[in-house]
C-alpha cells in the first residue's frame, strides 16, 4: 500500500494505492455557526468515549497480565516456543476478555444507556472502540517475554490539549456520512448536519474525484486546528485511475540523488542541482524566539520547578502545580500556529521537489540511509525543520504510482560518499570536507559526487560503471560547472549554506579547472 501527498491550491490529496488503485481526497468544509457548535459537540462526546474505552483496556490488560496462562506463556516466548505460546496467549485473552470485540460489545452497552447515543452513530463508536484497543495492544509488543510491564503505558486525550481528530464508520453499509448533489453542489449530510463541500472551478482532481469516473467507497471527516479555530475537512476514499496533472511532467532516464539532513543533490543526463530541502529559516528563527519566550515566562512564573543552570527539576522534587498565565497561554497558541505553518510550507516544498525530479527520470536512485542514527548523531533539530525521511517516502511513493522505478543502494556497498566517480578509487573523508578531490584529478562538490556514484552504480553487480560515469562527466562538463555557480550563488544569499556546500573559495577553484579543462578540450 503506497500513501502519497500532492500539494494542489493549498490542499493535500492523499493517495493510498494498491493492486485495486484505491486513493483519498480530502476537500475541505464550509461549516456554519450552527454545524460548528453540533460538530464540536460530537467530536467532544468521541473524547469522551476514547478516554472511557481506553481505561477500561487498561483495566482488562492488568488482569490479562496478571492471569496464570499470560505468565506461562511469557516463559514459553522465551523459549521461542511458537505454537505452545500462542495458545495460551488466546487462552488469557479469551478469560479476561481483552480482545477486540469484547470491547466493541462493551462501548455499545455504555453507548445505549447513556446520554451519548443521540450524539454519535453506533457504527462511529465502534470505530473509537478499535482505536483505543489497538493503541492498548500494541503495549504489549514492548514486554513480550519481559518480567516488567510498567513501562507499558498508554496516552489517554488530555481535555484542552489532546483531540480527536478524525471521525469514520469504518465504510459500513449502514453509514451515517452522505453525499448528496455531487455534480452541481456538492454536500456532506452527517445526522442532520449538512456540510456544503468547498470545491473550486480550477480544482481538476477534486473534479476528477467527484465524477462518474470513479468509484467511492468510505468517507471520514477530520478536521484541523488553524488560527485557534477548528476546521473542517472530509476524506473520500475512491477506487479507479489514479489522476495525475497535467503540469506534472514524467520524465524517462536514470536520476541519481543524494540526500542530507537538510539539503539534497540530484543529477540527470539534463540537469545538476543542489539545494535545501526546504527553505524555511525565517520560520524557524521565529519558532526559536517564541520558544525562548516561553521558556523565560515559565521560570519567572515557577522559580521553584526550575534549577540554577534553567534545567527541569524531577517531578519528585516539587508538589506545587504549574502556574499559568494568560500571555503564557498566548505564546503556547502562537508557538502551536507557527510549527502548523511550518509543516504546511515544508509539505509544499517536498511536493515541489518530487514533482521536479520526476521530470528528470522515471528510475531513481538513492541512498538507503538510517535516520535514527543521524538523529543520535546531532542532527536531530535538521531532521525535525527539514524531514528528509518523509521527502524520501514521498519521492518512493511518487516513483511507485507514476509507473516508474525507485532503487534504495546500501551504502556499506556502494560508498557514494567515499568512492570517485571518475576512476572508482575509495578514500575516506571527514564530515567536514565538503569538496571531494582524487587522486586521478577529478574534483567536485562531496554531494553532487554522491548522486553520480549513485546514478552509475549497479546494484545487481555490486559495482560502479566507471566508463559510463567517465563519459558523463567529460560530456555534461557545462551542466556541472553550472551547478557550481548557482551554488556559489546560493553560499552568497545563505552563509549558513557553507556548512553543506562548501566555501566560496573552494568552490570557484572548481569552476576555474572545469573552465581550464573546457578550453584544453576545446584545443
Not at 456532506?188 to 467507497?217: H, M
Not at 495525475?244 to 520524465?251: E, Q, V
Not at 512564573?301 to 503564557?328: F, V
Request: glycine content about 4%.
Amino acid at each position: 500500500m503506497i500513501i502519497v501527498e500532492e500539494s494542489f491550491l493549498g490542499l493535500y490529496v492523499r493517495i493510498v494505492e494498491d493492486s485495486m488503485n484505491i486513493f483519498t481526497l480530502s476537500v475541505p468544509l464550509y461549516v456554519n455557526p450552527y454545524a460548528y457548535k453540533k460538530l464540536g459537540i460530537k467530536f467532544n462526546v468521541a473524547h469522551h468515549i476514547y478516554n472511557a474505552v481506553l481505561g477500561e483496556c487498561e483495566r482488562r490488560k492488568k488482569k490479562y497480565i496478571n492471569s496464570p496462562n499470560y505468565i506461562q506463556a511469557q516463559e514459553k516466548y522465551k523459549l521461542n516456543l511458537k505454537s505452545e505460546y500462542k495458545i495460551l496467549y488466546a487462552k488469557a485473552e479469551a478469560d479476561s476478555k481483552y480482545t477486540e470485540n469484547n470491547i466493541v460489545k462493551f462501548v455499545q452497552s455504555i453507548r445505549n444507556k447513556s446520554w451519548l447515543e443521540p450524539h454519535i452513530n453506533a457504527n462511529e463508536t465502534n470505530q473509537l472502540a478499535r482505536r483505543a484497543f489497538q493503541a492498548s495492544y500494541k503495549t504489549l509488543g514492548w514486554i513480550k517475554g519481559k518480567d516488567n510491564y510498567k513501562k507499558a503505558k498508554v496516552k489517554f486525550k488530555r481535555f484542552g490539549k489532546d483531540y480527536i481528530y478524525s471521525l469514520d464508520d469504518g465504510g459500513s453499509n449502514s453509514s451515517s456520512f452522505k453525499l448528496k448533489n455531487i455534480v452541481d453542489h456538492p454536500k456532506l449530510v452527517w445526522q442532520g448536519v449538512e456540510l456544503p463541500l468547498i470545491v473550486k472551478s480550477n480544482d481538476q482532481v477534486a473534479i476528477y474525484c467527484l465524477s462518474e469516473k470513479v468509484k467511492r467507497k468510505n468517507i471520514r471527516i477530520k478536521r484541523k486546528l488553524v488560527n485557534n479555530k477548528w476546521n473542517y475537512f472530509v476524506d473520500i476514499t475512491c477506487e479507479g485511475e489514479i489522476y495525475n496533472k497535467p503540469k506534472n511532467i514524467l520524465g524517462s532516464g536514470v536520476v541519481g540523488i543524494d540526500i542530507g539532513p537538510s539539503s539534497i543533490a540530484y543529477i540527470s543526463d539534463t540537469k545538476c542541482k543542489m539545494d535545501n530541502i526546504c527553505n524555511i529559516k525565517q520560520d524557524i528563527d521565529l519558532r526559536k524566539d517564541i520558544q525562548r519566550k516561553i521558556t523565560r515566562l515559565r521560570i519567572r512564573l515557577n522559580p521553584d520547578k526550575y534549577n540554577d543552570n534553567g534545567t527541569n527539576k524531577l517531578r519528585t522534587q516539587y508538589k506545587t502545580k504549574w502556574i499559568s498565565s494568560h500571555r503564557l497561554k498566548e505564546l503556547e497558541k502562537k508557538y502551536s500556529e507557527v510549527r502548523r505553518k511550518n509543516k504546511e510550507s515544508r509539505r509544499n516544498s517536498h511536493g515541489i521537489i518530487c514533482n521536479e525530479i520526476r521530470s528528470l527520470g522515471d528510475y531513481l536512485k538513492v541512498d538507503k540511509d538510517s535516520y535514527k542514527e543521524w538523529q543520535s548523531s546531532g542532527y536531530g533539530k535538521s531532521l525535525e525543520n527539514h524531514s528528509p525521511g518523509l521527502l524520501t517516502k514521498l519521492l518512493e511513493n511518487k516513483f511507485n504510482y507514476t509507473k516508474g522505478k525507485f532503487e534504495a543502494i546500501d551504502t556499506k556497498n556502494s560508498k557514494s560518499s567515499q568512492r570517485c566517480p571518475n576512476c572508482g578509487n575509495i578514500k575516506k573523508k571527514e564530515l567536514k570536507d565538503r569538496i571531494h578531490t582524487c587522486q586521478c584529478g577529478f574534483e567536485y562538490q562531496r554531494d553532487l559526487t554522491s548522486a553520480i556514484v549513485n546514478k552509475f552504480y549497479n546494484t545487481e553487480l555490486n559495482s560502479l560503471n566507471v566508463n559510463e560515469a567517465n563519459n558523463f562527466i567529460m560530456g555534461k562538463q557545462s551542466i556541472l560547472s553550472t551547478c557550481i555557480k548557482e551554488l556559489i550563488q546560493s553560499v552568497h544569499q545563505n552563509r549558513k549554506f557553507v556548512v553543506v556546500a562548501g566555501t566560496i573559495p573552494e568552490l570557484q577553484q572548481i569552476v576555474a579547472k572545469d573552465e581550464v579543462n573546457t578550453e584544453i578540450t576545446l584545443l
